[in-house]
Structures are given as C-alpha cells and as structure tokens.
T-cell receptor, first 114, second 114 residues
Framework: LAKTTQPISMDSYEGQEVNITCSHN???????ITWYQQFPSQGPRFIIQ???TKVTNEVASLFIPADRKSSTLSLPRVSLSDTAVYYC???????????????FGTGTRLKVLA | KAGVTQTPRYLIKTRGQQVTLSCSPI?????VSWYQQTPGQGLQFLFE???????NKGNFPGRFSGRQFSNSRSEMNVSTLELGDSALYLC?????????????FGAGTRLSVL
C-alpha cells in the first residue's frame, strides 16, 4: 500500500524559513501535488499546488524533483500565526481501473516560537 | 463567494444507528470528495462524486456510502455505526476531478458514536 510520509513535527523561530518534505511513491504521472494547512477545529486550507519543478505564490514555494517521489514545501519568514499542521496531498492512480485514491501525508505539526 | 458548507457541525449517535451528513459545494464546483479524519489514522479518502456519479473510492467498507444531486450538493451516509466511526468528516469541492484541481474544504462534521 502506497504511503505518503512527512516529519511528525518541526519547531522554528519567527522570521526563519521552514522546509517541510513529503515522500510519496507511486504518484499518478499526470496529477498534482497539493499542500494544505490545518488549524484546530477547521478544515484544511489550500496553500500551494504543483506538478513539477518549482511553483511559487504569495505565501509559499513548492519544489518537486524530476522523479516526483517527493516534494518540499517552503515557507519563507514564518510568523506565530503559521503554527499549524501541514499536509501534502497526492493522487495515486490505478491504471487498470482508471480511478484514483487521494492520499494525505501523515502531517507535520509546525510550531513557530517567538 | 460562499465556501463549502457542511451540516450539521456536530452529531452524537449510538452504536447501530445510521447517520447522514450533508455538504454544499462552492457554486460552480462539480466534484465533491469526502474524507475521514481521526487522531490515529489521519486524513483518509472516502469517495469522490462528479456529475452525480461516484468516480473514485477509498478503502472503506460498504457501510459508508454517498450520493450527489444535480445541484452538486452531496450527502454521505454511514449505516450501522461503530465506535470507531467517531471522527471529523470533511467534505471538499473542486471545479473538476480532484486529482487535477484544487480541493476546497469545509469545516467538517464531528461525529461521536457512543
């Protein structure tokens, strides 16, 4: 069974850059890798999505190597409000049935310290 | 634009009962996916509906079922509830099939089975 793994937790100080890596095998070749942020008692909130190489938006960057077996979320200059759990989400395709399963990573609990 | 709305927010049921959860997607979104979140298993994919058809399915027993209406609203049903079904159930909507589109999540329905 395919697994999508992340570090369980990370601590960082305000103003630092944080990099969180997700390892995923058997990812579907044509589908995206997406990262979400989740606060307690809320649903996951979209951060960034990419297919290959590097994607950047106003809040984060996403690095995806050529083999797409991992991805790294980069949060520049984190603040206290970035304390949350971060998840990667990948689509695992079954070429026989043409269907997909959407697999969340194990989640990384980021704590930002003052 | 209104976000994804899930009702009810909280539910308490007893073993053996059944339950129906509701999800209203973002206007214009045609895909609705359902996930179960528990402390032990994390976020797990249940199923995805697109244009009233179940397109993708996770590894949950047949007690978990769903449907989607012509206005894209979706319901999820769990029959013969077990204690282990206690969880946060999250619904996400996307413009198209989830593997190629951003999923936007609701706040979830917290189900407690006693």
């Amino acid at each position: 069974l395919a697994k999508t793994t992340q570090p369980i937790s990370m601590d960082s100080y305000e103003g630092q850059e944080v990099n969180i890596t997700c390892s995923h095998n058997n990812i579907a070749t044509n589908d995206y890798i997406t990262w979400y942020q989740q606060f307690p008692s809320q649903g996951p909130r979209f951060i960034i999505q990419g297919y290959k190489t590097k994607v950047t938006n106003e809040v984060a960057s996403l690095f995806i190597p050529a083999d797409r077996k991992s991805s790294t979320l980069s949060l520049p200059r984190v603040s206290l409000s970035d304390t949350a759990v971060y998840y990667c989400l990948v689509a695992l395709g079954d070429t026989t049935s043409g269907t997909y399963k959407y697999i969340f990573g194990t989640g990384t609990r980021l704590k930002v310290l003052a | 634009k209104a976000g994804v709305t899930q009702t009810p927010r909280y539910l308490i049921k007893t073993r053996g009962q059944q339950v129906t959860l509701s999800c209203s997607p973002i206007s214009g979104h045609r895909s609705v996916s359902w996930y179960q979140q528990t402390p032990g298993q994390g976020l797990q994919f249940l199923f995805e509906y697109f244009s009233e058809t179940q397109r993708n399915k996770g590894n949950f027993p047949g007690r978990f079922s769903g449907r989607q209406f012509s206005n894209s609203r979706s319901e999820m049903n769990v029959s013969t509830l077990e204690l282990g079904d206690s969880a946060l159930y999250l619904c996400a909507s996307s413009l198209g099939v989830a593997g190629k589109n951003i999923q936007y999540f609701g706040a979830g329905t917290r189900l407690s089975v006693l």
